[in-house]
C-alpha cells in the first residue's frame, strides 16, 4: 500500500470508529503489606484492525499519523477514550479507584496548543482524578522549543495529572537532561531490559534509578519477559514492570477479568497508588 493510500485509508477508519484500544498492565516489583505484584496502572495502546489487511502495525500507521498530522486526531481520540475506560473501572469497584490509565503523546501532539484546554475538559466530563491519569512523551517530544514544551507539561502536572519520560536509555548526562523536565516516572527502554546481565545494561539502569531517585521519580521497566529481567530490575531498584512476562495487551474486557482475579486473590488490597 501507498502512503498516500494507507493515509486515505486511516482516515475513513478514523471516520468510522475501527480503531480499538488495548492495555498492558503495569505492576509493582516491591512494595509493603503484600503490594507487590499488584497491579498499579495500565497503558493504552492504540490498534488498527484493517477488515481486509489485518493488524495494521502501530509503527507503520502511528509514524505516517505523526508526520501527516493526523496523530492530533488519533491522540484525541486514545485520550478520550481512555479516560473513559479508566473511570469506567474505577466506578465498578471501590477497590480500583486508585487505578491509573498512562497515555502516550506524541512530539506533535505535545505541541498541539489546545492540548491542555482539551485535557482539561476531557477529565472533567468524565470525572476522573487527574493523579490518576499519566501522560508518556519521549525526549524527543520535548523538540526544538524546549522551554515551550516544558511549560506545557508544568501546567498539566499543577492540574493533577503524572508526566512519565518514556523510552529512557539513560546515559552519564541523565541527571542534567531532566533535571528541569517536570516529571513523576521515568520508564527504562525496552532495549535495555533485554539487555540485562550484561554489564552495559546493567550499568546504565543503575544509573537511570539513581539518577531517578535523585529526581523524586519512580521506575519502570519495559518489555520485561523473563523472570530473570523481573529480579535484575528488582535487585537494581527499579519500583515497577511492565511486559509480556505479565501477558500481552488485553482488550477493556480482559483487563477487567485481571482486576477481579486480583480482587479475589487479595481482597483487601487496592489497585493503583504509588
Known sequence: MT???????LRAALDAGDLALEFQVERRIAGAMGQAGTIRSVEALVRWRHSKRGVIPPSVFLTMAEETGLIERIGSWVLHHAVAQARAWQASDAAYEGLSMAVNLSPRELARPRLVAELRQILEDHT???????????????GPDRAAAIATLGTMREMGVRIALDDCTGGPDLLERLRDVPLDA???????????????????????????RDLGLQTVGEGVETRQQLNTLRDLGCDLAQGYLFGKPLGAAGISALLR???RRRPGLAAGGR
Open 3 to 9: 502512503r498516500d493510500g494507507l493515509e486515505t485509508e
Open 128 to 142: 476522573l482524578a487527574p493523579a490518576t491519569l499519566t501522560l508518556e512523551i519521549s525526549e524527543e517530544a520535548l
Open 186 to 212: 521515568l520508564k527504562l527502554d525496552p532495549g535495555l531490559v533485554t539487555a540485562l546481565g550484561t554489564p552495559a545494561a546493567d550499568d546504565a539502569v543503575r544509573h537511570s534509578v539513581s539518577a531517578a
Open 261 to 263: 482475579a486480583e480482587r
